[in-house]
């Protein structure tokens, strides 16, 4: 069976209060969890504004009237799932705003039992329309199913991963996918995987499953509906991507075009888990507007990816103005 055969299910899944108890058994039973209106209607509206903000100041061109303006020579850098890590979107005024909204931080304290937490600064899943540019479809799920912890140097339970919508799902655009309860696999990795896993480098938390494996063929992967505000947790030890969906999308409103998906990835771990260098980098990054992975124990540069390198002239970026953080979002750097 190929990837192109692995078509995830379209569920409507329970939506949970943030922070609530039967968020926390859902996440852990099945490896993810939705968790209704993390914003509120009108504060997704204003996060997606946000986001175009930060498109068209990046001084290339895109404007969010005119689709002609949406091409891979003005947007930045996006690797597979139509996700940009990097220029300066870690520390756009979007990704601070959604970031910020306090339901996000309640929901991981109650993953954690703590609430001193330190936040990701990674970037967004920004979805062009595909019958305007059938090349900006994302790549399908089945391809690039993962985990994003390593399974030998990174045992248990060490961190919880969060995608904030800001456009409601649909079986015809698609979203994040998961596979229910797959995080259970993760302690078996090393043995029914040994030599996939063998040319893993230690320190790379990114793990995929191969195309044609059984197991996922036996256990689909599920797309969870979400309504915009709607944010999707998942164990980093559960198989997960996006994927579009059917693509039978309406056609493109040229007079007032929309991204197909927008979401805003959003991590946040124990400060005891980080250590003083780690956060020494990540205040000077906040001042260099550098991005991240999900990861806040360790220091990564998500403007250093190899994708993001090989794409061409960063340099052709303006970056967004260095953030005026409050009280609250400075706990939140470290
Ligand atoms: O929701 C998405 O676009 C995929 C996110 C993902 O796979 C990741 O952040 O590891």
């Not at 649909?170 to 596979?179: C, F, H, Q, Y």
């Not at 709607?230 to 030890?237: A, C, G, Y």
């Not at 980098?281 to 190899?306: G, K, L």
Request: proline share 8%; with cysteine; charged share 20%.
């Amino acid at each position: 069976m190929t990837e192109n055969q692995l078509t995830p299910e379209y569920v409507h899944v329970p939506r949970f209060e943030a922070g609530s108890a039967e968020s926390i058994e859902h996440l852990e039973s099945e490896g993810f969890v939705v968790i209704a209106n993390a914003l509120t209607p009108n504060e997704a509206d204003e996060a997606l504004d946000l986001t175009w903000e930060y498109l068209e100041s990046l001084g290339t061109g895109v404007d969010r009237n005119d689709v002609s303006t949406w091409g891979d020579d003005r947007w930045p850098v996006n690797v597979h799932g139509g996700i940009v890590p990097s220029q300066g979107i870690g520390h756009s005024a979007a990704q601070w705003f959604i970031r910020s909204a306090p339901a996000v931080k309640t929901a991981f304290a109650a993953v954690w039992d703590d609430d001193d937490l330190l936040v990701s600064f990674d970037g967004m899943a920004l979805w062009r329309p595909t019958d305007v540019d059938p090349d900006w479809a994302t790549d399908r799920g089945g391809s690039w199913l993962h985990i994003d912890q390593h399974p030998i140097s990174r045992p248990g339970l060490q961190c919880v991963q969060g995608a904030v919508t800001l456009t409601a799902t649909t079986p015809e655009i698609g979203g994040n996918i998961v596979v229910p309860g797959s995080h259970k696999w993760f302690a078996d990795i090393p043995v029914r995987y040994a030599e996939r896993l063998g040319r893993l480098p230690e320190f790379q938390d990114h793990f995929r499953f191969p195309t044609d494996d059984p197991l996922l063929q036996a256990t689909p992967p599920v797309m969870a509906h979400m309504e915009a505000g709607d944010m999707m947790l998942w164990d980093s030890r559960a198989a997960h991507c996006s994927s579009p969906g059917s693509g039978a999308t309406p056609p493109t409103d040229l007079a007032a075009p929309e991204l197909l998906r927008v979401a805003s990835l959003v991590c946040m771990m124990p400060r005891s888990r980080s250590n003083e260098e780690v956060i020494a980098h990540r205040r000077a990054a906040v001042e260099a507007r550098i991005s991240t992975t999900n990861w806040s124990d360790r220091w990564i540069n998500a403007d250093e990816f190899e994708m993001v390198l090989s794409a061409g002239d960063a340099s052709k970026y303006v970056l967004p103005p260095v953030p005026e953080l409050n009280d609250y979002q400075r706990a939140l750097v470290g």
